[in-house]
T-cell receptor
Framework: GAGVSQSPRYKVAKRGQDVALRCDPISGHVSLFWYQQALGQGPEFLTYFQNEAQLDKSGLPSDRFFAERPEGSVSTLKIQRTQQEDSAVYLCASSPMRAGGQETQYFGPGTRLLVL | AQSVTQLGSHVSVSEGALVLLRCNYS??????LFWYVQYPNQGLQLLLK??????LVKGINGFEAEFKKSETSFHLTKPSAHMSDAAEYFCAVSAGLNAGNMLTFGGGTRLMVKP
């Protein structure tokens, strides 16, 4: 079956430009996560949705970062006024159940963002 | 708070040799632990996970890991490396119920397999 998909796969932005990254989770998955992976590092948590509710946004690095999941399926991560330090791979993951700790998260291929 | 330490950012083995990737964790609650593999330009794929059942967990592609509470470790092993095992490996711990099971990852270990 279809896995998690993300678009675009690659994005080059000029500093100060706004960008929008899309995530299509596995159909029916309740939980959706965004992670940021800097070059040579492990992914770091950004935000978590349970259906359309954003239950945790503690990992968002600044108020330039905004995420939404209005209908409980597709999610968009928006970065306003991009800075060079925003350059990273942005990973989306989904899992079938609500909070439980042991649920497997299924990851998309990521969007590689380069800010010049 | 949870944290994960992966000792060795790069590990090189010969094809057919034992693979050992180290992971130590810190958690204030009983942890759920995961190993993921990442191939170039791809997302993370689950290798195996520990969810408080058997302490020796078997995963895909011949990998296994043993949960040792006394050592706070969850090292990943494979008896015989294959060229196709060359990838980046990440150990992760789940924060548990109250945080929506977000994952906290280690810094990763790049496995290189020599012919």
């Amino acid at each position: 079956g279809a896995g998690v998909s993300q678009s675009p796969r690659y994005k080059v932005a000029k500093r100060g430009q706004d960008v929008a990254l899309r995530c299509d989770p596995i159909s029916g998955h309740v939980s959706l996560f965004w992670y940021q992976q800097a070059l040579g590092q492990g992914p770091e948590f950004l935000t978590y949705f349970q259906n359309e509710a954003q239950l945790d946004k503690s990992g968002l690095p600044s108020d330039r970062f905004f995420a939404e999941r209005p209908e409980g399926s597709v999610s968009t991560l928006k970065i306003q006024r991009t800075q060079q330090e925003d350059s990273a791979v942005y990973l989306c993951a989904s899992s079938p159940m609500r909070a439980g700790g042991q649920e497997t998260q299924y990851f998309g291929p990521g969007t590689r963002l380069l800010v010049l | 708070a949870q944290s994960v330490t992966q000792l060795g950012s790069h590990v090189s083995v010969s094809e057919g040799a034992l693979v050992l990737l180290r992971c130590n964790y810190s958690s204030s609650v009983p942890p759920y632990l995961f190993w993921y593999v990442q191939y170039p330009n791809q997302g993370l794929q689950l290798l195996l996970k520990y969810t408080s059942a058997a302490t020796l967990v078997k995963g895909i592609n011949g990998f296994e890991a043993e949960f040792k509470k006394s050592e706070t470790s969850f090292h990943l092993t494979k008896p015989s490396a294959h060229m196709s095992d060359a990838a980046e490996y990440f150990c992760a711990v789940s924060a548990g119920l109250n945080a929506g099971n977000m994952l906290t990852f280690g810094g990763g270990t790049r496995l290189m397999v020599k012919p």
